[in-house]
């Protein structure tokens, strides 16, 4: 072992305090990060709240349908819009026929599956965007950042529409549409961070012992972003589930047989002046419910990412 | 004494409560402070001795309470005063000043206006008058210019500049007492010993009784007239300046004295250190809170809680098996009995070799670092350069421990970081061993990194917080792909051990260690690849004095094992002092004296090396006490623009025309490799050469 220095060979430590365990203790119990995070977390009332709403409504339209079938792909127009409570049909049907509270389930998958999507596609994209434009500097940053001011001046709204009405609505095309709209809230964030990060003494340690670049980004400055990062990514879900609602009750969402919440919303409200109240509150309540969730979870994560660090 | 203190605090107790727990900041404390008096508060950090001023000023953090005793001043109760009672308290009856001037000052005030705000707030006076106030003030902390100072805002004064701002608004209403807390820790030496003068002679001058709050025993010894001691939460030892300093009776004042490096200097012997930690103070201990510390502690320490008592009323102690000798008051005054000094053996002194014959490991010739000041955000045109290192030569040799020493701002640092390769030379050369470190790319330079490493000066700064004290140790092997696996888990278990870390230490997060065992780690970093330099940035400056010697021992005692050779960086003097072989004193980017540690401090040649030991507080209150000199004026010019022929010379009390024009060399001063750059110098050159 040639990398063992005399250090070993000679005794250990020669007297460096009249009691070297004093100065090697460490009081307290040994408790790992993610145990200490999971308990600030858990500490967070709305937190927990906001994270037991997304395991409710995971659960419902992902393991609902296996207990309550329904027919979702034919149109029943012997039983169009039966109030809730008629025999069969708890929550009732829609001016279509379809069960609503079966609907709910089917339509509650796309939209959290397009929602999660887009949201993550949106956050690697503007997580190296930023990281990129802060970790080199100099004029890339300049360059990257200009683009991005220019990519803002443009009002997102239009920029989802002009994309969902040329590309498609297919599923796919549809996550990919609101992810790279949805991209350009997160690059400043991780840039700024960025920016503090790679000034901190340990990644000039790090410099110091002769490491490169790839090592100082992927082991020091991005685990040290994540807090940052994993917040804004629950914040940028929610934005995307809200943005598909959007889109799909101006008539741009998925194309049927598809539907989500907002497609549900917008038939819905065609009907709501005729008292149809069960076409039009369901999907409603699913959307403002599963976007506070995200952002209960968020501000919990955020609390959990801030104390990490701190002795408890 | 007079009969009644101005100032007389009883059994203080404050709490602070957390969200699971409760600190128990004081334990009763019990001071009294007399008009015309200073009181210095010493002891380590988290000891109390902040919470008591916030306390006597009620102005305490969130969760925070007084729970017991009395504050009294000039007969009055503070504790059960209302809010608005005590704000007419604060600023118009005890003034006070923080630690930090920047912070405290509101950078969108002119200071005159934030000085005549606390004027206007107690004092029926109009805006003119209370500008005139505060200009008249201004004048008084030795502000120059006062009235143009007036209207100038933070930002555009310097360092001591502002803290005499701070003064000024502390004084603005003519406090009875004036509270500084930490008044001098963010400033240099240089500019400290002003900043103390002030406040000593405001105190003789306005008659009013202070309160100095402080780490820095040498600045006590200098500046107060009466002493409290504190440690976890109580006042353990309290008498006159003189009497602590010459027969201290508590263990834990005579260990703070024998941590002190300059009590080592000449003999360069291991320090003494106080083993552990201070006590939790959520759940302090009912007997003697220093017990388990305390070389001296027996069962009874451990089982109930001293007193605060002595022999006379003048000097004041809580232990049961008090050290030094017993004394009685005579006519005032505290006199030792009998003299039973306790002789301490500290221990052998660390013997390290300096292996002269092997030619310097080191070679900086001639370095030059300035940083370009740009403007405009695209182009970047280069508008200036601020000249951080300015043609720099000197030598180390293998096994030598050089020290860099100088006010910050005058490039020691910079060198530092140009020797590890964190900043790229302007020009010069830097030659360690046989190859030339300096205008190489990173990436030829990446092998010889392990040669030179660097130890930094904020532990928790420079240990990334997410990962384990193991990953941390063995990064510096996975990134020169030193060993196999089993090879590194070896030595980093041998590096916990080399500092004194126990092995349990492996799994934990940095935050989870106290200030000195950080320091440790960064160490143990430092010393992963075996390197054969290691270049010290100010690494003992946060830490207490406690600690501080732990550390010190520590890096001299694995410099004789391993033959280490240390480039060590330090504002602080007698640090330097008690580790160095020889000296290098920088003065704005320049090398202005070098030579054998011993010789710089009894014989210094250069003005500005006399003015720096002059203004370094010794913990010798007969010594500080008496001195004349007044240190340096003045304070560091501007790096961007520096002056003409010799650095120094704005600041110089022997400047003549010739030192604007020509720039003095480094000549030899003596035959033991002193040198000096000084036109005028404060011994003769050697002849000859």
Known sequence: ?312 | MSAVALLEVRDLRTQIRLKRSTVHALGGVDLTVDVGETLGVVGESGCGKTMTAMSIMRLLPNGGSIVGGSVSLDGRELTNLSEDEMAEVRGNEIGMIFQDPMSSLNPTMTIGLQIAESVLLHRKATKREALERAVDTLKLVGMPSAAQRAKNYPHQLSGGMRQRAMIAMALACEPKLLIADEPTTALDVTVQKQILQVINDLKDRLGMAVILVTHDLGVIAGSADRIAVMYAGKVVETTDTKTLFANSRHPYTEALFEALPEKAAESGDRLYSIPGLPPDLTDPPTACRFAPRCRYAQDRCRGEEPPLTGETQLHRFACFFPTGSVERAVGGEVVAVEQDAVDHDLGAKIEVEVRTDEGPALRVVNLVKDFPITAGAVLRRKVGAVSAVADVSFEIYPGETFGLVGESGCGKSTIGRLLVGLERASSGSVRFGDRELAGQSDRRLRPYRRDIQLMFQDSYASLDPRMRVKTILAEPLNVQRVGDRAARAARVRELVDAVGLSQSALERYPHEFSGGQRQRIGFARALALNPKMIVADEPVSALDVSIQSQVLNLMKELQRDLGLTYLFISHDLSVVRYLSDRIGVMYLGKLVEVGPAESVYSKPVHHYTRGLLDAVPVADPSVEQEKESKGVTGELPSAIDPPSGCRFRTRCPAAQSLCAEQEPPLVPFGPDDHFAACHFPLREASAGE
């Open chain 1, 1 to 312: 072992m040639s990398v063992v220095s005399s250090l070993g060979a000679q005794d250990p430590v020669p007297d460096l305090t009249p009691t070297p365990s004093a100065a090697g203790d460490v009081a307290g119990r040994q408790r790992s990060m993610a145990r200490r995070m999971a308990e600030v977390f858990f500490e967070n009332k709305l937190g927990v709240l906001g994270l037991g709403i997304l395991v409710v409504l995971v659960l419902f339209c992902f393991l609902g349908p296996m207990f309550y079938h329904t027919d979702q792909i034919h149109t029943n127009i012997d039983s169009t819009t039966l109030t809730p409570g008629s025999p069969g049909y708890p929550l009732g049907t829609d001016q279509e026929g379809y069960d609503e509270l079966g609907r709910l389930m089917v339509a509650g998958q796309s939209s959290l599956e397009v929602g999660i999507a887009a949201g993550l596609i949106a956050s690697v994209v503007g997580t190296l965007y930023g990281a990129v434009s802060g970790y080199f500097g100099g004029w890339i940053d300049a360059l990257l950042m200009r683009i991005l001011d220019a990519a803002y001046s443009l009002p997102s709204i239009f920029v989802l529409l002009y994309l969902a009405a040329t590309v498609g609505r297919s599923k796919f095309t549809l996550i990919m549409v609101i992810g790279l709209t949805l991209w350009l809230l997160l690059p400043r964030l991780v840039r700024g961070e960025t920016l503090t990060l790679k000034t901190r003494e340990y990644v000039q340690a790090v410099r110091v012992m002769g490491g490169g670049t790839n090592r100082i980004i992927y082991r020091h400055i991005l685990p040290n972003a994540i807090g940052t990062i994993v917040v804004s990514v629950t914040f940028i879900i929610a934005d995307a589930i809200f943005a598909l609602s959007t889109l799909s009750f101006i008539g741009l969402g998925l194309e049927s047989p598809q539907i989500d919440w907002g497609g549900m919303l917008n038939s819905g409200t065609s009907y709501v002046f005729d008292g149809y109240w069960w076409l039009v509150y369901p999907p409603g309540i699913a959307i403002i419910l599963v976007i506070i969730a995200f952002n209960f979870i968020g501000d919990a994560l955020r609390d959990a990412f801030e104390t990490r660090l701190q002795k408890r």
